[in-house]
């Protein structure tokens, strides 16, 4: 007998390899819209909340010029350039990620990671894209507005090839920032509450937005090479305004990501281990 | 009085609970904080105007944010206004009307407590940081100065506590008051001196924001500390911080009294 096809989209489980994955996305996207706009007000309010922190934050720029012309290398318009490409990295960030791994220290306090294990998918997978915030796009666009007009007081006219190095260089600043909070998260399989340690990473986003050339010594080795928040934003931000000092510091973006990316993975893979469920 | 004491004997022991967390959100404050003083550097070391902006040296500079950081330590607001929030919408505020102890009296007892453990919990990181930077440290003019600048960092706690807790109290109209407390928040980190000293921006926005709550919340004692006012101007700003602090106590008062008609007991 042959069974009716009731839709038209692929299901999930005949279809297999990264399709199958995408199939699944798709599907967490459509909850995801149908949920906010159960909360519109409250949407559009959580936009105006972010939108106030960027202008705080040209704000400060802003008052800082006022007194300078220069911090180190960086003239006004760079650093508004460079605000603007931090934001659009964290805003980025915020849409894809971070709803789901601050929800991961509560999800092993009760005991609800225990269902997430029990699905035929990725257990990473599954903490890391269940949910999707949307007004994070409506505030990645704000930024892209803001650096475009930062574009046109510098006079930059980017090439194609500087457009794509730029957004794959902002894709893998993204990556950073999620492998570096999902390892921090994941160490509430010891401490039960990592609240405090993820907030406090949110903390660090503020250096991504400031001139690199600004800061020395230990400090700008730390935040370089251990925890590279002085290159998420600088690198691609220095790929458009023409500012770079070598190919190089593309390349060490690129390896920090890749170091962090598997790194999280093994220490992923090595804190759930230590799961033990909640209840019963 | 005494069941007041009873209050915040078990605000501690119950705040002790998130020192590790109390711990690492001081920390990790740090490390944007010390940024913020490296590009202030940058900009003095770039600058051919002059070494001073706004009367500011490098080391007055780096002592504004010590300071920022030290009056913030004492007086923000961390957790009580989501608790504040939760209790009226989750219906926990029941019991209090019921029993004879003012809420306004008990919340204002554990947001003490809470400032007790963070400070006692925030003392290594800070000294740390303030030792790293001892060279800038500045010590107040006078002795008159810091009692002066002991009773400001008092008022402005009580600034924050009853500004947040009015805030608060817009559960008892809507569901989901973290917005508006994001909001306010913003607000107050750039009008209140967090990001950077008021007395650099214009003349002209300076005398606008004299009047409003928002240096009462953090500038005006450091500045006093500072000695960067005094005379008529420190009395001034007395004045209009104890006004703001009544103006929000009655405002609280008020919320108070016109929400309780209008609650509805969820989940009691």
């Given at each position: 007998m042959k069974v009716p096809q009731i839709s038209n989209a692929p299901n999930p489980a005949t279809v297999t390899g990264w399709r199958r994955y995408l199939t699944i996305y798709a599907a967490l996207w459509k909850n995801s819209i149908v949920r906010e706009m159960g909360f519109k007000a409250n949407f559009l309010l959580w936009v105006v909340v972010e939108l106030l922190w960027f202008a705080l934050q040209l704000g400060f720029i802003a008052v800082i010029y006022q007194h300078t012309d220069r911090i180190a290398t960086w003239s006004k318009w760079e650093v508004i350039l460079l605000v603007g490409a931090s934001h659009l990295i964290q805003q980025l960030f915020t849409a894809i990620f971070l709803t789901n791994i601050t929800q991961l220290s509560e999800n092993i306090r009760t005991g609800k990671l225990d269902f997430m294990l029990l699905f035929p998918v990725n257990t990473r997978f599954l903490i890391s894209f269940r949910?999707?915030?949307?007004g994070g796009f409506v505030n990645a666009g704000t930024s892209i507005f803001v650096m475009l007009y930062a574009g046109r007081h510098l006079g930059l006219h980017p090439t194609a090839l500087q457009l794509i190095g730029f957004s794959a260089l902002v894709l893998c600043s993204v990556l950073i920032h999620y492998s570096l909070m999902l390892a921090l998260a994941s160490t509430s399989f010891w401490t039960v509450r990592a609240q405090g340690i993820v907030w406090g990473y949110y903390?660090?986003?503020?250096?991504?937005?400031?001139?690199?050339?600004?800061f020395h010594g230990f400090f700008r080795g730390f935040f370089t090479f251990a925890i590279p928040m002085l290159l998420v934003a600088n690198v691609p931000t220095k790929v458009l305004a023409r500012?770079?000092?070598?190919?190089f510091e593309i390349g060490l973006l690129l390896l920090m990501g890749a170091i962090c990316f598997v790194a999280s993975e093994l220490f992923w893979r090595f804190a759930l281990r230590r799961y033990t469920s909640a209840s019963s | 009085m005494k069941k007041y004491f009873h209050v915040i004997n078990i605000g501690i022991q119950n705040t002790l609970v998130y020192r590790v967390n109390f711990f690492f959100r001081a920390m990790f404050a740090l490390i944007p904080l010390l940024a913020t003083i490296y590009l202030w550097r940058a900009v003095f070391g770039g600058r051919?105007?002059?070494?001073?902006?706004e009367g500011y040296t490098v080391a007055g500079m780096t002592s504004y944010y010590v300071l920022v950081t030290i009056v913030d330590a004492l007086t923000a607001v961390t957790d009580d206004d989501w608790q504040i929030a939760a209790d009226i919408r989750d219906g926990n505020i029941n019991q209090f009307l019921l029993k004879p102890i003012d809420y306004l009296t008990y919340r204002l007892c554990l947001f003490f407590s809470n400032r007790v453990i963070y400070c006692v919990t925030a003392v290594v990181p800070v000294a740390l940081f303030v030792f790293f930077m001892r060279r800038y440290f500045v010590m107040p003019p006078s002795a008159g100065v810091f009692a002066l600048f002991i009773v400001s960092v008092i008022f402005t706690g009580l600034l924050q506590f009853f500004i947040s807790y009015s805030l608060a109290l817009l559960a008892f109209w809507v569901l989901e008051v973290s917005t508006f407390i994001f909001i306010v928040f913003a607000v107050e980190y750039i009008a209140g001196g967090?990001?950077?000293?008021?007395?650099?921006?214009?003349g002209s926005l300076q005398e606008v924001l004299k009047f409003t709550p928002f240096p009462y919340q953090l500038f005006f004692p450091v500045s006093i500390y500072l000695g960067r006012v005094s005379g008529a101007e420190l009395w001034t700003g007395l004045g209009l911080q104890t006004f703001w602090l009544v103006a929000f106590y009655g405002v609280a008062l008020w919320a108070w009294r016109r929400g309780i008609r209008h609650y509805s007991a969820v989940g009691g």
């Amino acid at each position: 007998m042959k069974v009716p096809q009731i839709s038209n989209a692929p299901n999930p489980a005949t279809v297999t390899g990264w399709r199958r994955y995408l199939t699944i996305y798709a599907a967490l996207w459509k909850n995801s819209i149908v949920r906010e706009m159960g909360f519109k007000a409250n949407f559009l309010l959580w936009v105006v909340v972010e939108l106030l922190w960027f202008a705080l934050q040209l704000g400060f720029i802003a008052v800082i010029y006022q007194h300078t012309d220069r911090i180190a290398t960086w003239s006004k318009w760079e650093v508004i350039l460079l605000v603007g490409a931090s934001h659009l990295i964290q805003q980025l960030f915020t849409a894809i990620f971070l709803t789901n791994i601050t929800q991961l220290s509560e999800n092993i306090r009760t005991g609800k990671l225990d269902f997430m294990l029990l699905f035929p998918v990725n257990t990473r997978f599954l903490i890391s894209f269940r949910q999707v915030d949307l007004g994070g796009f409506v505030n990645a666009g704000t930024s892209i507005f803001v650096m475009l007009y930062a574009g046109r007081h510098l006079g930059l006219h980017p090439t194609a090839l500087q457009l794509i190095g730029f957004s794959a260089l902002v894709l893998c600043s993204v990556l950073i920032h999620y492998s570096l909070m999902l390892a921090l998260a994941s160490t509430s399989f010891w401490t039960v509450r990592a609240q405090g340690i993820v907030w406090g990473y949110y903390n660090l986003f503020n250096l991504a937005r400031m001139p690199d050339a600004a800061f020395h010594g230990f400090f700008r080795g730390f935040f370089t090479f251990a925890i590279p928040m002085l290159l998420v934003a600088n690198v691609p931000t220095k790929v458009l305004a023409r500012k770079l000092e070598s190919p190089f510091e593309i390349g060490l973006l690129l390896l920090m990501g890749a170091i962090c990316f598997v790194a999280s993975e093994l220490f992923w893979r090595f804190a759930l281990r230590r799961y033990t469920s909640a209840s019963s | 009085m005494k069941k007041y004491f009873h209050v915040i004997n078990i605000g501690i022991q119950n705040t002790l609970v998130y020192r590790v967390n109390f711990f690492f959100r001081a920390m990790f404050a740090l490390i944007p904080l010390l940024a913020t003083i490296y590009l202030w550097r940058a900009v003095f070391g770039g600058r051919t105007a002059g070494p001073e902006i706004e009367g500011y040296t490098v080391a007055g500079m780096t002592s504004y944010y010590v300071l920022v950081t030290i009056v913030d330590a004492l007086t923000a607001v961390t957790d009580d206004d989501w608790q504040i929030a939760a209790d009226i919408r989750d219906g926990n505020i029941n019991q209090f009307l019921l029993k004879p102890i003012d809420y306004l009296t008990y919340r204002l007892c554990l947001f003490f407590s809470n400032r007790v453990i963070y400070c006692v919990t925030a003392v290594v990181p800070v000294a740390l940081f303030v030792f790293f930077m001892r060279r800038y440290f500045v010590m107040p003019p006078s002795a008159g100065v810091f009692a002066l600048f002991i009773v400001s960092v008092i008022f402005t706690g009580l600034l924050q506590f009853f500004i947040s807790y009015s805030l608060a109290l817009l559960a008892f109209w809507v569901l989901e008051v973290s917005t508006f407390i994001f909001i306010v928040f913003a607000v107050e980190y750039i009008a209140g001196g967090h990001l950077f000293p008021l007395d650099i921006l214009p003349g002209s926005l300076q005398e606008v924001l004299k009047f409003t709550p928002f240096p009462y919340q953090l500038f005006f004692p450091v500045s006093i500390y500072l000695g960067r006012v005094s005379g008529a101007e420190l009395w001034t700003g007395l004045g209009l911080q104890t006004f703001w602090l009544v103006a929000f106590y009655g405002v609280a008062l008020w919320a108070w009294r016109r929400g309780i008609r209008h609650y509805s007991a969820v989940g009691g």
